[in-house]
Nanobody, 124 residues
């Protein structure tokens, strides 16, 4: 069993930055590709970014390319999402997800485990 705990959300203004963290329990973090997703009110959960087990491969949704950066520290069992130039349309609950095995880029789905989410609100 893998438990994921997100943190770092909050209320910011347009153009500000935030860094989200997702920390996992257990000793198998490096076996999982990791992803960030978000869900705005009244909308379905959508893919934001993902990273391979070793961190060498990343993928992003078009809406966040150039503004968000995903990274991971396997020694700390943590994946990060650095969010810059935030916009009101980035307002959502952000979730991290873990999927065992290979990630080669592009989209990311079928997570085995999910965190509880952290709220990000961007005011205009």
């Amino acid at each position: 069993q893998v438990q994921l705990v997100e943190s770092g959300g909050g209320l910011v203004q347009t153009g500000d930055s935030l860094r989200l963290s997702c920390t996992t329990s257990g000793r198998t973090f490096s076996l999982y590709a990791m992803g960030w997703f978000r869900q705005a009110p009244g909308k379905e959960r959508e893919f934001v970014a993902a990273i391979s087990r070793g961190g060498s491969v990343t993928g992003y949704a078009d809406s966040v390319k150039g503004r968000f950066t995903i990274s991971r520290d396997n020694a700390k069992n943590t994946v990060y999402l650095q969010m810059n130039s935030l916009k009101p349309e980035d307002t959502a609950v952000y979730y991290c997800g873990a999927r065992a095995g290979y990630y080669g880029g592009g989209g990311f789905s079928n997570c085995d485990y999910w965190g509880q989410g952290t709220q990000v609100t961007v005011s205009s």
